[in-house]
C-alpha cells in the first residue's frame, strides 16, 4: 500500500512561484508514475502534470512552460515546481501514484491513478 503526503502549498501573489512536494512510502518508489492533479473551487479535479518512472513528463496545457514536474527516486518524492502563478492556478493540488513496471508513461487521467494524498492548498491572489 502506498501513502502519499503533499506539502508545500500556501498562499501567495500572482507572479511569485511555490515548490509542491509529495513524499511516497510503503513502495518501491521507481516504480510508480505519478502525477500532479488540482480542484478548483466548484470545479471537477483536472490534470495538471504528470511523470513516468523513467522521467518522462507531460503536462497540461494550461500551465506548460510555467510547471517543472520532476522525481528523486532517492527521496521517494515528486516535485511540482509552480512558476509565474496566477489566479486560476488557485485550487487543491493533489499527487496521485500508480504501479507501472514495464511502461515509461506518463498518465494523464484520474482514472489511470490508484493512489491520492490528501491535498495542499494554493491560494493565488492578483
Known amino acids: 500500500q502506498v501513502l502519499l503526503v503533499e506539502s508545500g502549498g500556501g498562499s501567495v501573489q500572482a507572479g511569485d512561484s511555490l515548490r509542491l512536494s509529495c513524499a511516497a512510502s510503503?513502495?518501491?518508489?521507481?516504480?510508480?508514475?505519478m502525477g500532479w492533479f488540482r480542484q478548483a473551487p466548484g470545479q471537477e479535479r483536472e490534470f495538471v502534470a504528470a511523470?513516468?518512472?523513467?522521467?518522462?513528463?507531460a503536462y497540461a496545457n494550461s500551465v506548460k512552460g510555467r510547471f517543472v514536474i520532476s522525481r528523486d527516486n532517492a527521496k521517494n518524492t515528486m516535485y511540482l515546481r509552480l512558476n509565474t502563478l496566477k489566479p486560476e492556478d488557485t485550487a487543491v493540488y493533489y499527487c496521485?501514484?500508480?504501479?507501472?513496471?514495464?511502461?515509461?508513461?506518463?498518465?494523464?487521467?484520474?482514472?489511470?491513478?490508484?493512489?491520492w494524498g490528501q491535498g495542499t492548498r494554493v491560494v493565488v491572489s492578483s
Open positions: 510503503g513502495r518501491t518508489f521507481s516504480s510508480l508514475a
Open positions: 496521485a501514484a500508480r504501479s507501472t513496471y514495464f511502461s515509461n508513461d506518463a498518465y494523464t487521467t484520474a482514472p489511470e491513478y490508484q493512489v
Open positions: 511523470i513516468g518512472n523513467g522521467g518522462t513528463t
